[in-house]
C-alpha cells in the first residue's frame, strides 16, 4: 500500500461537457454566456483530443488526526492542515495522498496564446485546463475507491485552500517521491504544468464525504461565491 500508483486518464474520462467549462468561468449550468462563448470552447476542446494527457498518482500512508492543533500525520509527515480541514479527517485510518495534472501540452497552448496575444482562447484554455485537471482528480477518486474496497474516503482537500498552508505542497510531493506525474515545484510551491492539482484523501471505516467547496471556503472574494449570491 505504500507504492505510489500512476495512471492515465482516458479521453472519455477527463473531456468536460461546454457547460461545466462555462461554469468555470462563472456561467452556471452555462447561464448568460454568449453562444459564441460554448462554440469557441466546443471547438478548442476538440483540437485537443489526441493530445492533453492527464495523469494521476496516489499514495495510501498510515494517518494520525491532531484536531487540538490543526495537524495530520501522514505516515512520518506532519501538515498543517488547519481547523478546517482537520476535524473533517475525524475517523480516518490512512490517507491517500494525491496529485493529479492536465498535462504539459495545455500549458504549452496556453503560453502559445499568450505569445500571439490571443486573451480570448489563453482564458477558455486555463478554464478547459481547470475543468480538466478536475476530471483527473475525480478519476484518481473513482480508481482510489475501487482500491479500498468496502471503506470510505472524505473528499480530497489541497494545499493553499482552508488555511492549509501552501507551503505543505513540499511534503505533499515528498510523500509521492519528489515530481508524480512529471510535476514540479517553483520556489513558491507552484506547480508545472500550471493546471495541477495535489492534496490528501482520508480513508477509513467510518469516515463520511462532507460538504466541499463554498461550504468550506471563507474566501469571500472569490468570483464563484460571488456568482452564487447573484
Given amino acids: 500500500m505504500n507504492d505510489v500508483r500512476e495512471q492515465a486518464v482516458t479521453v472519455a474520462d477527463w473531456l468536460p461537457d461546454v457547460k461545466e467549462v462555462l461554469a468555470e468561468m462563472g456561467y452556471p449550468g452555462g447561464r448568460e454566456a454568449d453562444p459564441f462563448l460554448g462554440q469557441q470552447v466546443g471547438e478548442l476542446m476538440g483540437s485537443l483530443v489526441g493530445k492533453v494527457e492527464p495523469l494521476f498518482a496516489y499514495r495510501i500512508v498510515p494517518a494520525r488526526v491532531d484536531e487540538n492543533g490543526g495537524t495530520v500525520w501522514a505516515a512520518d509527515t506532519c501538515l498543517k492542515t488547519g481547523h478546517v480541514i482537520t476535524p473533517l ?106 493546471k495541477s ?19 468550506l471556503c471563507d474566501l469571500e472574494s472569490c468570483y464563484k461565491r460571488k456568482k452564487k449570491k447573484l
Avoid at 495545455?106 to 486573451?119: G, N, S
Avoid at 492539482?197 to 461550504?215: F, K, T
Fill in 197 to 215: 492539482i495535489s492534496g490528501l484523501v482520508g480513508i477509513g471505516r467510518e469516515v463520511n464525504q462532507h460538504q466541499y467547496g463554498c461550504a
Fill in 89 to 194: 479527517m475525524r475517523g480516518v485510518s490512512a490517507f491517500a495522498i494525491f496529485a493529479a495534472t492536465a498535462g504539459e501540452y495545455l500549458t504549452r497552448r496556453m503560453r502559445l496564446a499568450a505569445q500571439e496575444h490571443d486573451v480570448l482562447e489563453e482564458y477558455l484554455l486555463s478554464a478547459i485546463g481547470s475543468c480538466v485537471a478536475e476530471k483527473a482528480g475525480d478519476c484518481m477518486e473513482h480508481t482510489l475507491q475501487a482500491d479500498i474496497g468496502e471503506w470510505k474516503h472524505t473528499r480530497r482537500f489541497s494545499p493553499g485552500y482552508c488555511g492549509w498552508p501552501l507551503s505543505d505542497q513540499r511534503e505533499v510531493f515528498r510523500l509521492l517521491g519528489g515530481e508524480p506525474c512529471g510535476i514540479t515545484l517553483s520556489d513558491y510551491c507552484l506547480m508545472s504544468p500550471i
